[in-house]
């Protein structure tokens, strides 16, 4: 009977928690600009892969090894090394998951208080956790082994594996997230005040991805200029590649068991891993899940370091910017997405620089550095610029304390804008000195393309900041922290992109007209971009000031 009242709970919680997510689609504030990007995005992406991955399937699968090809071993290498990346990756997606189901959920502190069992509430979490895991699951098992299926000879059974798959998977990673939930919990609690250490990490970590995203380029362009990839993988590489493929568990069970390899065994090591890490998590997540319940209910004590001693009075307008500061320096989600993100930049140009003019010119045979280099910093500059698009959402209730003290409304918005433009200006510098000391560019066009990034940099904030001004979103969270944004930052997003394509084309339709005419006008890039930042920056801070005092003074916006 008890067993049965348990099932009809987590079934009653599951249906719930389904119709709350097919509600989202019916709010008024719904992003469906962000929802159909981020389709677009998956959809390219997919693509992409798909097309990339078939390239190279066909390049490994023929390498030879002591003068003979091994196709089934190529194939397992291959399918170990992508499986285990994307276990990886899925592992992490299962921590912020458990993150949001099991300790953040607004939900939790109601059903704290009624007469629902620790176990129906943990198994319909851990129910909801898989079914988004198999959505992740379906799409990525799909998209490797139709590819894969597609350029090698592989059985039925490979096929059937695969259906099983897009289900087993899931399994693995949340097992595994499971196992690491705890240590993961104790590091974001150590980590909580001490910005410095969690900016310092977070930075260091992106600046890693984008250093692999750089070796990925990398070997794509190999790809695509021809076949230096395929004299890259002698028998010493592939000897490294097969030994660091052998150690990827349990990625190398899942390889062996879609390329017919030691079947038993790693079916057997599937199932002992997911069985031995379920049964060693559900202790470690109950016990976590009960004290994130009762700190949700209760309040969490934690003790202040003694206060410093009154410093200087500084001006307003510098109190403002301190403040703006201080907000986004002190909640790591914001500092994340905007300091971090700020500081990679010049990463993120410099490698895409160092690809794509080699690319462009391999291709083509057009050289057009210049060119290249002021649409990337346009484009990752107003990428970096969209976390602007919370200047004023992120103040929530607070923006009303600020109305009504003696400050001018220039000042408020403006010291919003001033903070982001001194961001952008060292996050612009640092991307020039790099392109000019790496000799990707020189200095003097190096210089334009500071000057040039700089004045669009400051079109973005001030479109980003009115545009939020307009359509403020305040978080319904006790700490006020946004979490999403009602579709401004979407919006953002493609009013970023479309200035940067648009401006982009034109230096490079004017390139290929000047190398087709030979009018020798090579000057009129710099006129060009010169007049289009110009523009550019005019029409922003227009569209900032326009009847920005009669709004502020009647802003009642911010509602939900």
């Not at 509600?23 to 097309?51: E, Y």
């Not at 976590?288 to 410093?308: A, D, M, P």
């Not at 060292?426 to 020039?432: C, D, H, M, N, P």
């Not at 479109?463 to 978080?475: G, Q, V």
């Amino acid at each position: 009977m008890k067993n049965r009242s348990t099932f009809r709970t987590i079934r009653a919680l599951l249906k719930k928690n389904g119709q709350e997510r097919r509600s989202m689609f019916r709010q008024k504030n719904f992003d469906f600009l962000g929802f159909f990007l981020r389709l677009v995005l998956i959809a390219a992406l997919v693509a992409l892969f798909v097309v990339f991955f078939g390239r190279f399937c066909d390049v490994y699968l023929a390498v030879k090894t002591a003068g003979s090809p091994d196709p089934v071993g190529r194939g397992g290498e291959m399918l170990t090394i992508l499986y285990a990346a994307v276990i990886l990756g899925m592992t992490i997606a299962c921590l912020g998951l458990f993150d949001r189901e099991l300790f953040k959920a607004d939900d939790n502190r109601l059903y704290s208080a009624l007469p629902i069992g620790a176990n129906a509430l943990f198994a319909a979490k851990l129910v909801s956790v898989y079914l988004e895991q198999a959505v992740i699951s379906t799409v990525v098992v799909l998209a490797i082994n139709l590819t894969f299926g597609f350029h090698a000879e592989v059985s039925a059974a490979f096929w059937v594996t695969t259906a099983a798959l897009c289900l087993l998977l899931p399994l693995i990673t949340i097992a595994l997230a499971s196992l690491i939930v705890g240590p993961y919990q104790l590091l974001k609690r150590f980590l909580k005040e001490r910005f410095v250490v969690l900016f310092v990490a977070a930075t260091a970590v992106l600046g890693v991805l984008f250093w692999l995203y750089s070796i990925i380029l990398g070997a794509v362009k190999d790809l695509l200029l021809g076949d230096s990839l395929r004299y890259f993988f002698n028998d010493r590489i592939i000897g490294k590649v097969s030994k660091a493929a052998s150690l990827l568990y349990p990625g190398r069970w899942i390889g062996n068991i879609l390329t017919g390899v030691d079947l038993g065994l790693s079916w057997l090591g599937v199932a002992l891993f997911v069985g031995v890490g379920f049964a060693l998590a559900i202790v470690m997540i109950r016990l976590i899940l009960t004290r994130s319940l009762q700190e949700r209910n209760v309040g969490t004590q934690y003790f202040r370091r003694r206060g410093k001693t009154v410093r200087p009075q500084r001006s307003t307008f510098l109190a403002l910017i301190k403040r703006e500061f201080l907000l986004i320096f002190r909640t790591p989600s914001y500092a994340f997405s905007y300091f971090s993100v700020a500081l990679i930049m010049p990463l993120m140009v410099y490698f895409c620089m160092d690809i794509a003019s080699s690319l462009v010119m391999d291709l083509v045979g057009l050289q057009c550095d210049l060119e290249l280099a002021i649409f990337l910093t346009m484009l990752f500059g107003a990428l970096t610029n969209v976390f602007c698009g919370t200047n004023i959402s992120r103040d929530g209730e607070n923006f009303y304390v600020l109305k009504a003290m003696p400050i001018g409304y220039r000042e408020v918005i403006f010291s919003k804008v001033a903070l982001c433009a001194f961001v952008m200006g060292i996050s612009q510098v640092a991307s020039a000195v790099l392109l000019a000391a790496s000799s990707l560019l020189p200095w003097y066009d190096a210089l334009f393309v500071l000057a040039v990034g700089s004045v669009f940099g400051v079109a973005d904030i001030c479109i980003a900041t009115r545009y939020d001004f307009d359509h403020a979103h305040f978080s319904s969270e006790e700490n006020g922290e946004i979490h999403e944004s009602g579709g401004t930052m979407s919006v953002i997003v493609v009013v970023g992109m479309l200035i940067s394509f648009f401006t982009g084309g034109l230096l490079f339709v004017l390139k290929i007209l000047d190398r087709l005419k030979g009018f020798g006008a090579g000057y009129l890039t710099y006129v060009l971009a010169a007049v289009c930042a110009a523009l550019a920056a005019g029409g922003a801070l227009f569209y900032l000031l326009f009847r920005l005092r009669k709004k502020y003074y009647e802003f009642t916006g911010g509602g939900l």
